[in-house]
């Protein structure tokens, strides 16, 4: 069963907070949601397995600590989980970015795919999959089957926001995804948005209404 991590992390609520504020801009919303990437990717990769390996130090030889397994990859759901992938990157920068674009249809709220673009071996890395919002969770569930259809097997979703819905969907469709979350708010209202939330996420990153 997949695993749900809420970072309740003092430093990612209190930027979470300023986020949901109707009256913070989108330079300060881009800024925070790239800082609370960061923290949450920290917790994310918390249990990546090290290695053992022989160096030199100026002082003598050695034997520490590396990171060992798989290598990374980072695919956000386009548009809002762009938001997420800078920070990502400051934590992991080798990580390679992959993009699946999808948007919700106003009147139906399912997600339309209009782009997939991953890297080639995406199989073979740790997937972490990005998107703010977790609303009814169909987003994140094609999103998911996408990478399933590709051989991904090892992915994780890191999500700000979710609503109980989107939680239990994808838990439901894919068992096998932990989801990390800065928050679980109330429920969905009629137009399918998150209660209390933050409002539309791709429009507050990009200024477009
Ligand atoms: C938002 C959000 C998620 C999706 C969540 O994207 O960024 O991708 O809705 O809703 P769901 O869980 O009900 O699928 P949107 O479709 O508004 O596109 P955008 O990121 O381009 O604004
Ligand atoms: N997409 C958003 O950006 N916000 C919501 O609350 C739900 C879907």
Redesign the pocket.
Known sequence: MSQLHVINHPMVQHKLTIMRNKETGSKDFRELLKEIALLMGYELTRDLPLEDIEIETPICKTVAKRISGRKLAIVP?????MGMVEGLLTLVPVAKVGHIG???DEET?N?VVYFCKLPEDINDRLVIVT??????????CDALSMLNERGCNNIRLMCLVGAPE?IERVRREHPDVDIYLAAVDDHLNEA?YIVPGLG????RIFGTK
């Open positions: 759901i386009l548009r809002a989980g999808l948007y919700r709220h997600p998107d703010p919002m977790l609303a009814t969770g169909g987003s994140a989107g399918a539309d996420a791709g429009d």
